[in-house]
């Protein structure tokens, strides 16, 4: 293109050079006959030799080498700042390769996560056939049938499929609440009871920035003190490594609209949307361990900390939608709670009460379910309720167990993930209402428990 431009340049200097003089164009014969063309420019000057012939030559050929310098400079550059061409192109093929590699070792990745999918499906499509032909094997459970499934170390390999089994029945089944319990002995009330059905979510406030994809965020169910009360809105962003910051917000209101009344820095950094917030304190694990800690948020200080024992930590079994969600702390009607799985229990779900002022361990449950096939869970009057999965739009709480009995169950009741992320919940007893976190989104469902009169009052 550059030498286009150089031609066309100089053919037009040239031209306006010729255009310059008066020209005239004649033929004639010369003497062997022949036709001759003679083209003629006079001269500016009136001079009658042509001694500005070789000036004005010149002054071509200067222009040209002008213009040719013009395009070499265009063309490869000049040098210091400048760069040329190709150093840019490699520059760029450089960082195209690296994007190229790194979007190679995605897909990688990716392709096992699906293989392993593949294979869970395949095992579990045949357990679901096994069930299919054996209805009725799991409704014989005699005393000591359920007892012994819910031991302490006796988790066979068999139940914990049968759990696999429930995950992916949270997929595709959704069974209404009102054909899970027989209506007859359906007497809703104020006090402790079975969970029956989740209202729809609603949502409250969106994160504004990629730190807030997942993260915790509540209200204290028994206030202590005078400085916060029930109103007050918690909420931790926990995407990053040194998550310290917990926001405060006075209401609602101002949760809604982005104010918070107060930031509080905590002493250790937190590990994932474990925490929860009781009796005026803050609860939460510290980053990569197995400690617990006590934070009061009236004094601003760390009151106490504590080892959960035997407690895995930093991604060892965490829930499903991973986050090193090891250690999920609860809180109830019947006090402060931990969910979390041992190397002794095999990455089933333990569950344990604590002391809210010590952090001490009081009693503590083994489950046969696999804390890796659920999304979440969370404590109502001393029953685990599970979630299916953290990104299907329609899915079900679909596991339930009872401290209280023993005895664990599977259930179906429809739950709804609206933004298809959800990496927190948790429960407030004094509001009958979930809290969770939802792909940036912190929302609330509503709840509706149910006292079954056969097993009087909770």
Same mark, same amino acid.
């Given at each position: 293109?550059?030498?286009?431009?150089?031609?066309?340049?100089? #053919?037009?200097?040239?031209?306006?050079?010729?255009?310059?003089?008066?020209?005239? #164009?004649?033929?004639?014969?010369?003497?062997?006959?022949?036709?001759?063309?003679?083209?003629?420019?006079?001269?500016s000057?009136?001079?009658?030799?042509?001694?500005?012939?070789?000036?004005?030559?010149?002054?071509?050929?200067? !222009?040209?080498? =002008?213009l040719?310098? =013009?395009?070499?400079?265009?063309? @490869?550059?000049?040098?210091?700042?400048?760069?040329?061409?190709?150093?840019?192109?490699?520059?760029?093929?450089?960082?195209?390769?690296?994007?190229?590699d790194?979007? +190679?070792?995605?897909?990688?990745?990716?392709?096992? +996560?699906?293989?392993?999918?593949?294979?869970?499906?395949?095992?579990?499509?045949?357990?679901?056939?096994?069930?299919?032909?054996?209805?009725?094997?799991?409704?014989?459970?005699?005393?000591?049938q359920?007892?012994?499934?819910?031991?302490?170390?006796?988790?066979?390999?068999?139940?914990?499929?049968?759990?696999?089994? +429930?995950?992916?029945?949270a997929?595709?089944?959704?069974?209404?609440?009102s054909?899970?319990?027989?209506?007859?002995?359906?007497?809703?009330?104020?006090?402790?009871?079975?969970?029956?059905?989740?209202?729809?979510?609603?949502?409250?406030?969106?994160?504004?920035?990629?730190?807030?994809?997942?993260?915790?965020?509540?209200?204290?169910?028994?206030?202590?003190?005078?400085?916060?009360?029930?109103?007050?809105?918690?909420?931790?962003?926990?995407?990053?490594?040194?998550?310290r910051?917990?926001?405060?917000?006075?209401?609602?209101?101002? #949760?809604?609209?982005? #104010?918070?009344?107060?930031?509080?820095?905590?002493?250790?950094?937190?590990?994932?949307?474990?925490?929860? @917030?009781?009796?005026?304190?803050?609860?939460? +694990? !510290?980053?990569?361990?197995?400690?617990?800690?006590?934070?009061? *948020?009236?004094?601003?200080?760390?009151?106490?900390?504590?080892?959960?024992? !035997?407690?895995?930590?930093?991604?060892?079994?965490?829930?499903s939608?991973?986050?090193?969600?090891?250690?999920?702390?609860?809180?109830?009607?019947?006090?402060?709670?931990?969910?979390?799985?041992?190397?002794?229990?095999?990455?089933?779900?333990?569950?344990?009460? *604590?002391?809210?002022?010590?952090?001490? @361990? $009081?009693?503590?449950?083994?489950?046969? =379910?696999?804390?890796?096939?659920?999304?979440? &869970?969370?404590?109502?009057?001393?029953?685990?309720?599970?979630?299916?999965?953290?990104?299907?739009?329609?899915?079900?709480?679909?596991?339930?167990?009872?401290?209280?009995t023993? &005895?664990?169950?599977?259930?179906?009741?429809?739950?709804?993930?609206?933004y298809?992320?959800?990496?927190?919940?948790?429960?407030?007893?004094?509001?009958?209402?979930?809290?969770?976190?939802?792909?940036?989104?912190?929302?609330?469902?509503?709840? $509706? =428990?149910?006292?079954?009169? &056969?097993?009087?009052?909770?």
């Amino acid at each position: 293109m550059w030498v286009q431009v150089f031609l066309v340049c100089g #053919f037009t200097v040239f031209s306006q050079s010729l255009a310059e003089n008066q020209g005239s #164009f004649n033929h004639s014969h010369n003497d062997k006959g022949h036709c001759q063309y003679i083209f003629t420019v006079s001269s500016s000057d009136g001079s009658s030799s042509c001694p500005g012939a070789v000036t004005e030559r010149d002054g071509l050929l200067s !222009r040209l080498t =002008l213009l040719e310098a =013009l395009v070499n400079k265009l063309v @490869v550059g000049t040098g210091g700042d400048v760069k040329p061409d190709g150093e840019d192109l490699q520059e760029a093929y450089a960082q195209v390769t690296e994007e190229r590699d790194q979007l +190679q070792q995605d897909k990688e990745r990716l392709t096992k +996560q699906i293989q392993e999918q593949q294979r869970r499906l395949s095992k579990t499509s045949l357990e679901v056939e096994s069930l299919r032909l054996k209805p009725c094997q799991q409704h014989h459970t005699g005393g000591s049938q359920q007892d012994n499934r819910h031991r302490p170390n006796t988790g066979s390999e068999n139940s914990l499929s049968t759990n696999a089994y +429930q995950e992916m029945k949270a997929e595709v089944t959704e069974v209404p609440a009102s054909h899970l319990l027989p209506e007859s002995n359906q007497t809703f009330n104020k006090g402790c009871g079975e969970l029956v059905t989740v209202g729809e979510p609603v949502s409250h406030k969106k994160a504004e920035s990629i730190t807030g994809k997942y993260g915790v965020w509540l209200q204290d169910p028994e206030p202590q003190g005078t400085l916060y009360t029930n109103s007050t809105v918690w909420r931790i962003d926990a995407v990053g490594k040194n998550i310290r910051q917990l926001f405060a917000y006075e209401d609602m209101n101002q #949760f809604s609209r982005g #104010f918070p009344m107060k930031v509080l820095l905590l002493p250790e950094p937190v590990e994932s949307t474990g925490a929860t @917030v009781y009796r005026g304190s803050l609860y939460y +694990q !510290r980053r990569q361990s197995r400690t617990i800690i006590r934070y009061d *948020l009236t004094s601003e200080s760390l009151v106490n900390q504590q080892d959960l024992p !035997r407690a895995s930590f930093h991604g060892q079994h965490p829930y499903s939608w991973g986050g090193r969600t090891d250690i999920d702390l609860a809180v109830d009607e019947q006090g402060l709670w931990a969910i979390y799985s041992t190397d002794e229990a095999k990455g089933a779900i333990v569950i344990s009460t *604590l002391d809210p002022e010590s952090l001490e @361990v $009081r009693q503590s449950w083994e489950t046969n =379910l696999r804390k890796n096939t659920v999304a979440n &869970a969370f404590m109502i009057c001393g029953r685990l309720y599970t979630v299916g999965s953290y990104t299907a739009p329609n899915t079900t709480i679909n596991y339930m167990f009872d401290t209280a009995t023993n &005895a664990g169950r599977a259930i179906a009741i429809p739950f709804k993930n609206k933004y298809r992320y959800n990496s927190m919940v948790d429960y407030n007893h004094a509001l009958r209402r979930l809290f969770a976190w939802d792909n940036f989104n912190m929302v609330t469902y509503d709840l $509706r =428990l149910l006292e079954r009169s &056969a097993h009087g009052t909770s």
